[in-house]
């Protein structure tokens, strides 16, 4: 088989030149794509229940009660979360006022911080084209788009907690002059992560350099990591709110720390998923739509001459990478949005890969091996477009809490929703492979401008698919269109968050109090019993009142509301809530 020789050894034309320049764009790799992608598009979406609305809430009652200290959340304090995020989100909203896109700005910041920690880790690892190509595949990989543009404390906890990471092996590495630098950035990045998410910002770091120094032979330089500044530094940042909450809440130490930390970790208090396989399939959904296209590079690259040459701190990338799939995989309450730190290491590891792949003229393949090849690109994208054309074909849509007989009785409305991000699909399984074979370079920024494409257009249609079932809007507009004003809302074996954000409002809640369940022990017993109600405390509410006025989500608490008052009314419904009128 004949070796893969470099492109400069190739006549260029003027769409390869286009080409070359577009795949080594630091300004439209680091910049304007990821701008597009994670800032100046976050407003089409309404709040999604409960994350967003729930943050959001906390932020807004801190700057409007200007007590930054206790997080509070329905009126009720909330203990789960350090505060960093929350004074973010406040400064954001004192600055420019509260919209669905000031809201996600602070995330959609750090999602682009953490573009920008990529490019300066491959660059560093190996050059500046790994760099750009590792920032590239991050930036339009479905799991960094989704929740690099959702409000949530996953990606902000991702940033500090990888810059401290990367703080600390640079100060292994760096000269004698910059190496107190780095470990100070080491102690003010973790530092940072533990305000925005607990221990797991500070017990992160030093682990993986820990354990990395230990594997590599080099475990007496751990004593390195010891910095009697540095300890005064993370104090200093850290110790001030920790020490204003437990002044003024004396069960916070225990709560923040033992159940919160150790208990969440350790048992499924939460009920969270406890498959030990969950991260896996994450990470290779996570990848998409880069995948598939790995498959055909991996194969590529181990042909080519250069596939040894493997970037700088390969071991280091790999540790960093099998510590946090470990850790997480074993804990007790896992959500996928956990596994966020990983794509960092991974993808440096990845655009490595992809920046020699692109580099190499194609290898002589017989045709089957080019469609075995191929064929996984291919299937990604039907894959894409299945799921796209799904909702047109399901007449009920009360198993995934909504409506999507919506997408069905209105298919050409659906369809132009669509038309883009298919178009994309069907491009991205057949143009950068005629691209690779014509030109021999411009592979991987082709897959890069229709990745990005294809991210950016579906926001539209997954904002019609969501917000029936997963956001408070529409719910809240009914509300504000057939409650009379000054009405209480009760919220029946649910808590929207969203329902305070959109109307303003305290909503009474009924049977079901979830992570309020702590904090609503600290209220007035008045106060307690009025917004927080048992079922049967409910009944003699409205045995009380006469009428009431009642949301509820589900068509089996519809049911139960049913049984109890046979004699209520629908006022507004779009098959994932109800908003009624309860009398007896």
Not at 13 to 22: A, G, R, T
């Amino acid at each position: 088989m004949k070796e893969a020789v470099f492109i400069e050894s190739i006549p260029q034309n003027k769409i390869h030149k286009v080409l070359l320049k577009l795949a080594d764009s630091r300004v439209l790799i680091l910049f304007v794509v990821p701008l597009a992608l994670y800032i100046a598009l976050s407003h089409f979406m309404p709040l999604i229940e409960p994350d967003e609305s729930r943050y959001f809430e906390i932020s807004d009652n801190m700057v409007d009660s200007a007590d930054y200290v206790m997080p509070r959340l329905a009126g009720v304090i909330y203990l789960e979360k350090p505060p960093l995020s929350y004074w973010a989100s406040a400064l954001i909203f004192k600055l420019f006022g509260e919209t669905n896109f000031t809201t996600r700005l602070y995330v959609g910041l750090c999602a682009w911080a953490c573009l920008l920690l990529v490019y300066f880790m491959g660059s560093f690892l190996h050059d500046r084209s790994t760099g750009l190509y590792a920032t590239g595949m991050l930036g339009t990989s479905l799991f960094f788009f989704i929740f690099g543009n959702f409000n949530i404390l996953d990606i902000p906890l991702t940033f500090y907690t990888c810059l401290a990471v990367w703080a600390g092996y640079r100060h292994v590495t760096s000269t004698i002059i910059d190496k107190k630098v780095w470990l100070y950035l080491l102690y003010l990045s973790s530092a940072l992560a533990f305000l925005t998410k607990g221990l797991i910002g500070v017990v992160f770091p030093f682990a993986i350099l820990t354990l990395w120094l230990v594997l590599s032979g080099q475990w007496k330089r751990t004593v390195s990591f010891f910095s009697p500044v540095g300890i005064v530094l993370f104090l200093a940042i850290t110790s001030p709110w920790l020490i204003l909450i437990q002044q003024e809440h004396k069960d916070f130490l225990r709560f923040f720390f033992i159940q919160e930390h150790f208990l969440r970790y350790t048992t499924t208090m939460h009920g969270r998923d406890n498959s030990i396989l969950l991260y896996f399939p994450a990470v290779i959904i996570g990848c998409l739509p880069w995948t598939a296209f790995l498959v055909k590079a991996a194969w590529n690259v181990r042909k080519g001459k250069d596939a040894a040459s493997a970037p700088q701190g390969k071991g280091f990338l790999w540790t960093w990478i099998v510590f946090i799939f470990v850790f997480f995989s074993l804990s007790s309450s896992k959500l996928i949005p956990y596994i966020a730190p990983i794509f960092i290491p991974l993808s440096v590891l990845i655009g490595h890969m992809l920046r020699y792949y692109d580099s190499l003229t194609p290898l002589p393949q017989k045709r089957s091996q080019s469609f075995l090849l191929q064929l996984p690109i291919v299937l990604q994208s039907l894959l894409f477009i299945a799921l796209l054309l799904l909702p047109m074909f399901i007449h009920d849509g009360s198993r995934f809490g909504g409506d999507l007989s919506i997408m069905h009785s209105q298919p050409q409305q659906w369809a132009w929703l669509i038309i883009l991000p298919i178009f994309s699909q069907v491009m991205l399984a057949f143009v950068p492979d005629m691209v690779k074979k014509k030109y021999h370079h411009g592979w991987f920024v082709t897959i890069y401008i229709l990745s990005g494409l294809f991210l950016i257009s579906i926001l539209p249609s997954a904002s019609a698919f969501l917000t029936p079932y997963k956001s408070s809007y529409p719910a809240s507009q009914a509300i504000k269109m057939l409650i009379p004003a000054g009405c209480e809302v009760y919220q029946y074996k649910i808590f929207l968050y969203g329902i305070a954000t959109y109307n303003e409002i305290r909503t009474p809640v009924v049977g079901d109090f979830g992570e309020l369940s702590y904090g609503m022990k600290f209220l007035s017993p008045a106060e307690r019993e009025h917004y927080f109600l048992s079922e049967n405390q409910f009944k003699e509410r409205v045995d009380q009142e006469g009428i009431v006025y009642c949301l509820t989500e589900y068509k089996d608490h519809f049911d139960e509301l049913k049984n109890m008052f046979p004699n209520l009314e629908i006022l507004w419904s779009n098959g994932a809530y109800y908003l009624m009128k309860l009398k007896l």
